[in-house]
Each structure stands twice: as C-alpha cells, then as structure tokens.
C-alpha cells in the first residue's frame, strides 16, 4: 500500500462548480501538507501549503487537512477551465532524516469544461 | 518559468546505455532534488542535495547516481538502462534544503528507452 493515495481520476466538471480533491495517508509522522498544480508538460508548482491540521484559504482555494482521519483536501470555488491540470498532494515528516523529501499522491486529472 | 533549468528536454537511448540529465537550480538556491515521473508509480522523490553534500535518499536506483558541483549545477546519471526507466525526471530546487521551503520546479527532461 502506498504512503499517499490520491484518486487519480479523471475529474471532469462544468465551468463555475465547485471542484473537491482528496488524499490519504498512512504515515502519521507527516507534519507539511502541500498541493501542487501540474500543467500538461509543465513541472508541478505549489498552490498551497498547510502545517498540521486546521483550514487555509486563498482566493478559490481551500486546503483542509485532517489529521487525526489522515486525510486532506482541496477545494476549488468557482472553477475556470485554465484549473484544467493535474493537482498533486504532498506531504513531508516532521522529524528524522527526510529532510526536503516530499512524497506524492498520484495526482488527479481535472478538467474543466465551459 | 519556476528559474530552474534542465537539459535535455527530451532523450531518447537503448537499454543498456547510460545517460546524464543535467539541471540548474534558481538563483541563490542551495538544494537541488531529482524526482522521477512515471505513469504507474507517479512522482517519486529520488535524492537531495545540499551544498553540494548529499542530504536525503529515496529509492533511488543502485544504477542511478547524482552530484552537486560547486557551481550548485547538479547532474544524474542513469547506466545500465532498462525499458522501466522511461519516465519524466524533474529537478527541484530551494533556497536552503529544510522541511518546509517551496521547492521549484524544473520543466522535466522526457527520457524514452528502447
């Protein structure tokens, strides 16, 4: 089983819905939680970034991680077909020798539509 | 355009052969990190460096190996290459290698092995 699973989708909504994205883990010694954004041949690039539990918004989005489920998430409000890219989650220990390492969820494809 | 560069874009090679994929972290970044991305097992971390010392392993290939130069440019080396090594090799970079920095993405180099 792996560390991070992410539902690899493809998710196909609307232009203006509401758009939930979702991973588990199993490592319960992971502090950093990170959503990146990957464009079709593009390198991933950060969204948004949360230590620990508890809500972080910025513009449409909102990151929610729930730690003691072991569970985080993505909201996107208001949704535009330039959000049509592939969203990661990743996440990072608190402790030990990992230090930068991040590990991934397997990503979901989102698309967009108007 | 994260500041981060890598070269080739594209390599295409035998099994068997050996290759170096090359990268240049931001300007003023000390650490620079190597993922690999492949349909089956996503974006994996395989090794950081700092400073041109080696900070963390993943599960790194015992065929693959990666430096950092005093010029904080970095290089990975892939031998013995197998069909299972095509995938997409990202270098990241940030300014100072710890848990919680943004790592920059690079735009990835897309290695095919025949």
């Known amino acids: 089983q792996k560390e991070v699973e992410q539902d690899p989708g493809p998710l196909s909504v609307p232009e203006g819905a509401i758009v939930s994205l979702n991973c588990t883990y199993s490592?319960?010694?992971?502090?950093?939680f990170m959503w990146y954004r990957q464009y079709s041949r593009k390198g991933p690039e950060l969204l948004m970034y949360?230590?620990?539990?508890g809500n972080k918004e910025d513009g449409r989005f909102t990151a929610q991680v729930d730690k003691s489920s072991k569970y985080i998430s993505l909201f996107i409000r208001d949704s535009q077909p330039s959000d049509s890219a592939t969203y990661l989650c990743?996440?990072?220990?608190?402790?030990?020798?990992?230090?930068?390492?991040?590990?991934f969820g397997q990503g979901t494809i989102l698309t967009v539509h108007p | 355009d994260s500041g981060v560069t890598q070269t080739p874009k594209h390599l295409i090679t035998a099994t068997g052969q050996r290759v170096t994929l090359r990268c240049s972290p931001r300007?003023?970044?000390?650490?620079v990190y190597w993922y690999q991305q492949s349909l089956d097992q996503g974006l994996q971390f395989l090794i950081q460096y700092y400073n041109g010392e080696e900070r963390a392993k993943g599960n790194i290939l015992e065929r693959f190996s990666a430096q950092q130069f005093p010029d904080l440019h970095s290089e990975l080396n892939l031998s013995s290459l197998e069909l299972g090594d095509s995938a997409l090799y990202f270098c990241?970079?940030?300014?100072?290698?710890?848990?919680?920095?943004?790592?920059?993405f690079g735009p990835g180099t897309r290695l095919l092995v025949l």
């Open positions: 490592n319960s010694a992971f502090q950093y």
């Open positions: 300007s003023g970044d000390l650490s």
């Open positions: 949360t230590y620990s539990s």
């Open positions: 990241a970079s940030s300014v100072a290698g710890g848990r919680v920095e943004t790592q920059y």
């Open positions: 990743a996440m990072s220990d608190a402790g030990g020798t990992s230090y930068g390492k991040l590990t």
